[in-house]
């Protein structure tokens, strides 16, 4: 157990419409992290969150969007939803306030899109 | 990130151990090796990281070359559990604004 509680950890919707991932990273981490793992691509960066602001951003498409609440729990809003999108997205979490590279992995939240 | 070449897929038996190489010839002073797996459909799992000497901790040994261009995780005793995609990575540390950028990774069978 990493720690890192990602919800739902399955989503089955159609296209076009929105959904919400949400993460609560572990306890004391300030960072964020998303990621997106389709088959064809492997895992992709999408984003990074560090005490609520916006610190990196990787390829992320502009139908999705991200934030960091106070209290660190993240949420990743996919909108608009293709076929495509269909894929694990997973959240991490870092230790402390610096991001050393040891990143800490939720279980991930499935979203398949028919 | 700088880039690594890993082996598509390597197989090992259970009960012996398992070395999984990482070319990285272009890595920066810098630059650490990290090394990531992830076992079917779960999140990945940091393993190790190091920079020029060789590290060893409960889940693994790292053994990076005197010229840093390559680089192999040791898992001593695989077993059936350790069957999992192992990902080697090389990126700053301490570094908040370059993340971690997985490759394809080796894909580790570990056989009865």
């Known amino acids: 157990d990493s720690g890192v509680t990602q919800t739902p950890k399955h989503l089955i919707t159609a296209t076009g419409q929105r959904v919400t991932l949400r993460c609560s990273p572990r306890?004391?981490?300030?960072?964020v992290y998303w990621y997106q793992q389709s088959l064809d691509q492997g895992l992709q960066f999408l984003i990074q969150?560090?005490?609520?602001?916006?610190?990196a951003k990787g390829n992320i498409l502009e139908r999705f969007s991200a934030q960091q609440f106070p209290d660190l729990h993240s949420e990743l809003n996919l909108s608009s939803l293709e076929l495509g999108d269909s894929a694990l997205y997973f959240c991490?979490?870092?230790?402390?306030?610096?991001?050393?590279?040891?990143?800490?992995f939720g279980e991930g939240s499935r979203l398949t899109v028919l | 990130d700088a880039k690594t070449t890993q082996p598509t897929s390597m197989d090992c038996a259970e009960g012996r151990a398992a070395n999984l190489p990482c070319n990285h010839s272009t890595i920066s002073g810098n630059e650490y090796v990290y090394w990531y797996r992830q076992i079917h459909s779960q999140g990945p799992q940091y393993i190790i990281h190091?920079?020029?000497n060789n590290e060893t901790n409960e889940m693994a040994s790292l053994i990076i070359t005197e010229d840093r261009k390559s680089s192999t995780l040791i898992l001593p005793h695989a077993t059936l559990r350790d069957t999992a995609v192992y990902y080697c990575i090389v990126r700053p540390y301490n570094n908040a604004g370059n993340m971690l950028t997985f490759g394809g990774g080796t894909r580790l069978m570990v056989k009865p």
């Open positions: 190091g920079l020029k």
């Open positions: 306890s004391g981490d300030l960072s």
């Open positions: 991490a979490s870092s230790a402390g306030t610096v991001n050393t590279g040891e990143l800490f």
């Open positions: 969150y560090y005490n609520g602001e916006e610190r």
